[in-house]
T-cell receptor, first 114, second 110 residues
Framework: DAGVIQSPRHEVTEMGQEVTLRCKPISGHNSLFWYRQTMMRGLELLIYFNNNVPIDDSGMPEDRFSAKMPNASFSTLKIQPSEPRDSAVYFC????????????FGDGTRLSIL | QKEVEQNSGPLSVPEGAIASLNCTYSDRGSQSFFWYRQYSGKSPELIMFIYSNGDKEDGRFTAQLNKASQYVSLLIRDSQPSDSATYLCAPRSGTYKYIFGTGTRLKVLA
């Protein structure tokens, strides 16, 4: 079975540019998570979707960040305008929402904002 | 106080020894507890989870949970160099709220 697929794997862009990260969850999973990982803060939940609906976006740092899930097989995380402090590894994860179902992580997008 | 506390390490153990990784958490509402392994430059992968007080064994791994003390641990028996990685503790509250610790870096010395 294909796992969670993220693209791009690496992104280097200049400050002020728009960045779009993409995620395809595991087929059949109805929960989707976007995380950001840095050395200082570890793995932080940015937003959680259940059945394509954003349930908890309290971790989204500011209005420059937005996320969408137009259908069960695709989600995007957008940063506009990007800033150097947004540099991090961004992970997408998916799971079933019922019961104790662990998350499965994608390979991540390593984002560098110059 | 951090929500999830883990010693950052590195924790160095010789090959074949038992590695003991510890985690304390602050949210008494946490109901299930997950351990993830993360190799450098890779994504977290699930090792095991536990939701009842006591021990849960899976191969060389044993998770231990004490909700009264808000403490969860992971033991790795017969440690191998391939176990060298960062181990993330993640209590979960409700149906989706995982709070990840910053992890303990384990080094198994051949």
């Amino acid at each position: 079975d294909a796992g969670v697929i993220q693209s791009p794997r690496h992104e280097v862009t200049e400050m002020g540019q728009e960045v779009t990260l993409r995620c395809k969850p595991i087929s059949g999973h109805n929960s989707l998570f976007w995380y950001r990982q840095t050395m200082m803060r570890g793995l932080e939940l940015l937003i959680y979707f259940n059945n394509n609906v954003p349930i908890d976006d309290s971790g989204m740092p500011e209005d420059r960040f937005s996320a969408k899930m137009p259908n069960a097989s695709f989600s995007t995380l957008k940063i506009q305008p990007s800033e150097p402090r947004d540099s991090a590894v961004y992970f997408c994860a998916s799971s079933f929402s019922e019961g104790i179902q662990p998350q499965h992580f994608g390979d991540g997008t390593r984002l560098s904002i110059l | 106080q951090k929500e999830v506390e883990q010693n950052s390490g590195p924790l160095s153990v010789p090959e074949g020894a038992i590695a003991s990784l510890n985690c304390t958490y602050s949210d008494r509402g946490s109901q299930s507890f997950f351990w993830y392994r993360q190799y450098s430059g890779k994504s977290p992968e699930l090792i095991m989870f536990i939701y009842s007080n006591g021990d849960k064994e899976d191969g060389r791994f044993t998770a231990q949970l004490n909700k009264a003390s808000q403490y969860v641990s992971l033991l790795i028996r017969d440690s191998q160099p391939s176990d060298s990685a960062t181990y993330l503790c993640a209590p979960r509250s409700g149906t989706y709220k995982y709070i990840f610790g910053t992890g303990t870096r384990l080094k198994v010395l051949a």
